[in-house]
């Protein structure tokens, strides 16, 4: 799959990729720096034209790519970066910080720590 970086979104050409800075408030698994650089290669061609800056839940990985009987997803074109958590065709794991989503999943994670 050919992957580039297109100047002007307004030619028409769809990206399938994103990438942004995040600050870091909150880790609920792992560890992360307090500033990190993410990527979210997203099979879904969904990327929003904007975003607002947040807070969001977003739930990042490395390397290995994720493999389950859904699909795969690959590994970035930029190993030293993060990458959003998503599934082929389902959308990312990244909501609204204040959302029930959000709730749910922090009281999943922090009971899994116990």
């Known amino acids: 799959m050919l992957r580039e970086l297109y100047e002007n979104p307004k030619k028409g050409i769809l990206s399938d990729n994103a990438h942004f800075d995040i600050q870091v408030d909150e880790v609920l698994a792992g560890t992360a720096p307090t500033n990190l650089s993410a990527i979210w290669d997203n099979s879904t061609f969904g990327e929003p034209e904007t975003m607002a800056a947040g807070p969001y839940l977003i739930a990042l990985l ?37 959302s029930e989503l959000a709730q749910k999943t922090r009281v999943i994670l922090r009971a899994g720590k116990q």
């Open 62 to 98: 490395r390397w290995p790519p994720v493999r389950d009987p859904i699909g795969t997803t690959q590994t970035s074109s930029e190993p030293t970066s993060m990458m959003v958590l998503q599934a082929p065709c389902a959308p990312p794991f990244m909501f609204d910080s204040s």
